[in-house]
């Protein structure tokens, strides 16, 4: 198949999920006047549905598709590190879960895409919950070092281990032997951090568990000339939350409540 046929299958796939949520968005209107909580449960599970085929489409267009036209602006990369922190926080006991997050002080600036830096954090951090698993626990971290950004996240999962699959010479396989992934985040973030003058290393940490840095190289804001004006890209989320698609397989069905997705 060409990547054009194959671009607008995946396209016309992003059009027929959002006809259908939508079409759950009126019935739900239809169903709250019945006041009959199996129907809403329904819904809900359709929802959650709808919003993991958007997240595998996301990934297979983003990974298989042709290289995205980056948006760069200079942008201060603390902001959203704290927001994605924020956010997760808040629905922390939801993911089962014990998360933490930290921004040491200091200039975030950096030519990024705004968009896909937040992907290639979710990315991460999806990752990191799956493998931290029920009651383990999850960091994120944006630290500066030599001129470089560096955001981290790190669980107390099995790590990469005695596995020889899992070694550096096959940085992939960690995350493709995720429970319930389909083996493309991992992928996402190392084309982001390529795009982005970046790179992505991981170790085990010392207490248990795996350490993944992606690190960005610095600008100083004194350089706005180097603001790259790039003409307007399709939009990657499908109108969907950004958070809510990366992390669909694993928040439960409450989330994806009528009243949550208003």
């Known amino acids: 198949m060409d990547e054009e046929?194959?671009?607008?299958l995946l396209w016309e796939l992003r059009e027929q999920i959002n006809t259908?949520?939508?079409?759950n968005h009126l019935l739900t209107?239809?169903?709250r006047e019945k006041g009959v909580q199996r129907d809403l449960d329904c819904l809900a599970m359709s929802d959650q549905a709808l919003y993991r085929l958007m997240r595998t489409?996301?990934?297979?267009?983003f990974v298989h598709g042709s290289t995205p036209i980056l948006q760069s602006q200079l942008i201060d990369v603390a902001?959203?590190?704290r927001r994605l922190?924020?956010?997760l926080e808040h629905i922390a006991a939801d993911l089962k879960v014990d998360f933490s997050w930290s921004v040491d002080s200091g200039d975030y600036s950096t030519m990024a895409d705004p968009l896909l830096l937040e992907q290639a954090l979710l990315n991460l951090l999806t990752n990191a919950i799956q493998a931290a698993g029920e009651g383990g626990k999850v960091w994120l971290r944006a630290a500066l070092s030599g001129g470089s950004i560096?955001?981290?996240?790190?669980?107390?999962g099995p790590g990469m281990g005695a596995d020889p699959q899992l070694s550096a010479t096959s940085w992939a396989d960690p995350f493709l032997k995720t429970p319930g992934g389909v083996g493309l985040?991992?992928?996402?973030?190392?084309k982001i951090a390529r795009l982005h003058k970046g790179t992505v290393m991981w170790h085990d940490r010392a207490g248990g568990g795996l350490s993944v840095t992606l690190s960005l190289p610095q600008t100083p804001p004194s350089q706005p000339s180097e603001i790259v004006k790039t003409p307007l890209r399709s939009d990657l989320t499908g109108g969907f939350p950004l958070l809510l698609v990366e992390l669909s397989p694993l928040l439960p069905l409450e989330q994806f409540m009528p009243e949550n997705l208003d």
Do not use: W
Request: net charge negative; glycine share 6%.
């Open 5 to 8: 046929t194959y671009r607008r």
């Open 20 to 23: 259908l949520f939508s079409a």
């Open 29 to 31: 209107a239809l169903v």
């Open 57 to 61: 489409i996301q990934h297979l267009e």
């Open 79 to 81: 902001q959203p590190c």
């Open 85 to 87: 922190g924020e956010s």
């Open 150 to 156: 560096l955001l981290t996240v790190e669980d107390n």
């Open 185 to 190: 985040g991992m992928d996402m973030v190392k």
